[in-house]
């Protein structure tokens, strides 16, 4: 649907809500996974209610999904409890598992989790606005994120499959596990960001306790029962509530091994300071990000534009590598901006199911109206929205707002808007975005565009060491899933790829002897009688 005047047919009635898209029954979650039990909860719940709206005879309502349980702290301890007990302080039957064994589990889950894949893509449209082919695409990637997973550790136990022998001590060197990791994914990629987490931390050997986003819990429901029949009990367990209820008391008890957590910093300082030994909790975090895009004189437009308008508003900016911020030279301003807003106009607003839908309504309560503030900073001190009817809102939806020119002072200059608001900044020596780079408190990634090479090489050599990726004439991203995706300052902590992750998630761990007879003896019957699961030269095939 294109909606060229206005925004007011934008949002279905029910009725005319395609019947493969409906849900026609709100979904009651009262059960969750603790200690390989699916456990009913009683107590109160949480109403989810969807960022689409249905126009009724009451007017403009969002669509009421279900809800879910608001689980305490007794919940969160007796998860806790199950997630310490299936470790057995590495004893467990999961960490004691040999690698083959758990990758045949994890494959098994793989197979049972596909089986869910069209009610999780409906779930992903419902709960968090994504449009449907994003949506496919978010389940199709982790699927192939836990395949990449798979080989990545095969490889790796290959490498760990020999003796080393150095300076007359033989050694044989392997990864092993940490024991509970608490995960905590985004909003934005509830499914894809939690698995990136979630599946490596556990076929490692791990146990796990997974509170899924405030936003994007329903749909992981119908992978519940997977969990429950694809591993030995409480090695997954789930929790879901008020963060500081259920959380709180699983940092305070110091049970804690890994805290994975997608988020805010601020959110994660807390976490941390309630760990009573700091030193013993390894962080893997994923945080805030205002990554810039700066055009060159010499860009190739088409292409800054193109990569531009993906980059700050797929799914409608909110993504942490999201474009959050251009400076565009003052000598291509005016055409960059032409042409970019004639784009940003161009793009097709709508439901998440429907065909060729790019904009859909914003998940986070009062997120229009947080936008429409940041807007009026803006043009309070001298900025304007150049696009055509740019943060024209209706309920839950906000038309894309190109806000220019925009300059340091005002709030869209520093904050991370995470929503479908585009602050330009003209520039008229390089030194200035340099120094926005510079001097933020982020540090994730950067998009240069350009095609002088030796501008270019200039760039990157000072960039590489301010932020982790540096993108040419390419938009922000974190794929391939197995390049590195990290970020300095208060944007990461800890690397993430396919293979990284297999490493934050474990320690090095070996076992070493002098060489001399009665060792040389000792460690060639442990291999040739295969009486060990750690010291074994065994390689997977
Ligand atoms: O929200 C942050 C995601 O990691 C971004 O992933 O660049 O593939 O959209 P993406």
Redesign the pocket.
């Known amino acids: 649907m294109t909606l060229i005047n206005g925004l007011s047919g934008l949002f279905p009635q029910e009725g005319n809500i395609p019947e493969e898209f409906t849900i026609s029954d709100p979904i009651v979650q009262r059960r969750y996974l603790c200690n390989g039990e699916m456990r009913i909860w009683d107590g109160p719940m949480q109403e989810v209610l969807s960022p689409v709206c249905v126009e009724s005879e009451h007017g403009l309502q969002q669509r009421v999904l279900g809800s879910y349980p608001l689980l305490t702290e007794k919940e969160s301890l007796a998860a806790l409890e199950a997630a310490c007990s299936a470790y057995g302080n590495g004893c467990g039957t999961w960490p004691a598992m040999s690698v083959e064994e758990r990758i045949r589990h994890i494959e098994d889950f793989a197979f049972r989790m596909k089986e869910q894949r069209r009610e999780v893509v409906k779930l992903l449209m419902w709960e968090i606005g994504k449009n449907l082919p994003d949506a496919e695409k978010e389940f199709d990637r982790t699927v192939d994120y836990i395949h990449d997973t798979v080989d990545a550790l095969k490889d790796l136990d290959r490498t760990a499959s020999r003796m080393v022998i150095e300076q007359g001590v033989i050694g044989q060197i392997r990864r092993a596990p940490l024991g509970v990791v608490l995960c905590m994914g985004?909003y934005?990629?509830p499914l894809n960001?939690t698995f990136t987490t979630l599946i490596p931390a556990l076929i490692m050997g791990n146990t796990i306790i997974f509170k899924p986003p405030k936003l994007g819990v329903l749909l992981h429901q119908p992978l519940l029962e997977a969990f429950r029949d694809s591993f030995p009990p409480g090695v997954v367990n789930t929790i879901y509530g008020d963060g500081q209820s259920i959380i709180g008391p699983l940092m305070a008890s110091g049970r804690i091994d890994v805290l994975a957590f997608i988020g805010s910093s601020s959110v994660a300082d807390i976490l941390k300071k309630q760990h009573p030994k700091p030193h013993r909790l390894r962080c893997i975090l994923?945080l805030e990000a205002k990554n810039a895009a700066i055009v060159l004189p010499d860009a190739n437009l088409d292409l800054a534009v193109q990569e531009c308008v993906l980059g700050s508003l797929?799914?409608n900016g909110q993504?942490?590598?999201a474009l959050k911020i251009l400076f565009v030279h003052r000598k291509r301003v005016d055409s960059f901006l032409g042409r970019f807003c004639e784009e940003v106009d161009r793009l097709i607003c709508g439901m998440p199911w429907e065909a060729g839908v790019q904009l859909t309504p914003l998940p986070e309560a009062g997120k229009t109206g947080y936008l429409s503030d940041l807007i009026e900073d803006a043009r309070s001190r001298g900025a304007r929205v150049v696009n055509h009817r740019g943060g024209e809102i209706r309920g839950t939806f906000m038309r894309p707002a190109v806000v220019y020119p925009v300059s340091s002072g005002m709030r869209l200059y520093a904050e991370e808007q995470f929503g479908p608001v585009i602050p330009v900044c003209p520039f008229d020596e390089t030194e200035e975005p340099m120094r926005y780079v510079t001097e933020s408190d982020y540090g994730q990634q950067v998009s240069i565009f350009g095609t002088d090479p030796d501008v270019i090489s200039g760039l990157i050599d000072v960039l590489v060491n301010q932020v982790c990726r540096v993108n040419v004439n390419s938009q922000?991203?974190?794929?391939p899933d197995r390049f590195p995706?990290t970020g300095r300052k208060d944007s990461a902590e800890g690397t993430l790829s396919v293979s990284d992750a297999l490493r934050v998630f474990t320690i090095r761990t070996l076992v070493a002897t002098k060489q001399n007879q009665t060792n040389n003896t000792l460690i060639g019957t442990i291999l040739r009688e295969r009486k060990s699961r750690f010291l074994t030269t065994d390689f997977i095939l």
């Open positions: 985004p934005n990629y960001e994923g797929s799914f993504r942490c590598t922000c991203q974190r794929g995706f």
